[in-house]
């Protein structure tokens, strides 16, 4: 059996089939779609010519259920890899990241809040190499302050607590 060969669905001893990976993925994708119709339902669509507000979020909306359909369908028939415990030390270090973004970023600015969420987040993987970590957050935090700050002209606090 080569890499590319999946095997064929698994089956509990019942019949049914087991939750794939991809089956998850699928409906979760259809579940999100669902509830971004639902909220966007109200907004009018308008036409082609004159695009309403609901427009763009019920189009994307649609495509993506119709997405996730496929795509637990297709696992469906396909099989796949079965769900399995996902990495907490991941998960953790990377929301932590995010979260250590937006508490900082107007207290602190981006000069401090850049690299203190992208090298605490550095650490979702074993693998993760201190030094490297700090250049890389703080050669990206440059690049995102010229890029943002300046380029863009957008009002984000590059040193807030002075």
């Given at each position: 059996?080569?890499d590319t060969?999946?095997?064929?669905?698994e089956?509990s001893?019942?019949?049914?089939?087991r939750l794939?990976?991809?089956i998850?993925a699928?409906?979760?994708?259809?579940f999100?779609?669902?509830?971004?119709?639902w909220?966007?339902?109200?907004?009018?669509?308008g036409s082609l010519r004159?695009?309403?507000?609901g427009?763009l979020?019920?189009?994307?909306s649609v495509i993506?259920?119709?997405?996730?359909?496929?795509?637990?369908l297709?696992?469906?028939v396909?099989?796949?890899?079965?769900?399995?415990?996902?990495?907490v030390?991941?998960l953790?270090?990377?929301?932590?990241g995010?979260v250590?973004?937006g508490?900082c970023?107007?207290?602190l600015?981006?000069v401090?809040a850049g690299p203190?969420?992208?090298?605490?987040?550095s650490?979702?993987?074993n693998e993760?190499?201190?030094t490297?970590?700090?250049i890389f957050a703080?050669a990206?935090?440059?690049?995102?302050i010229?890029l943002?700050?300046y380029?863009?002209g957008?009002?984000?606090?590059?040193?807030a607590?002075?």
């Open positions: 059996m080569t060969d999946t095997p064929a669905p089956r001893s019942a019949g049914s089939y794939t990976e991809d998850a699928g409906l979760f994708l259809f999100v779609s669902a509830f971004f119709i909220k966007a339902w109200e907004l009018p669509l004159a695009m309403g507000p427009m979020p019920m189009s994307i993506l259920g119709v997405g996730g359909f496929l795509l637990a297709s696992a469906f396909k099989g796949g890899n079965i769900i399995t415990m996902p990495h030390r991941g953790f270090f990377i929301l932590g995010i250590l973004f508490l970023i107007r207290s600015g981006l401090v203190v969420s992208m090298i605490f987040a650490f979702a993987t993760v190499r201190p490297e970590a700090v703080c990206m935090t440059a690049f995102c010229i943002f700050k380029a863009l957008l009002p984000i606090p590059v040193v607590f002075i």
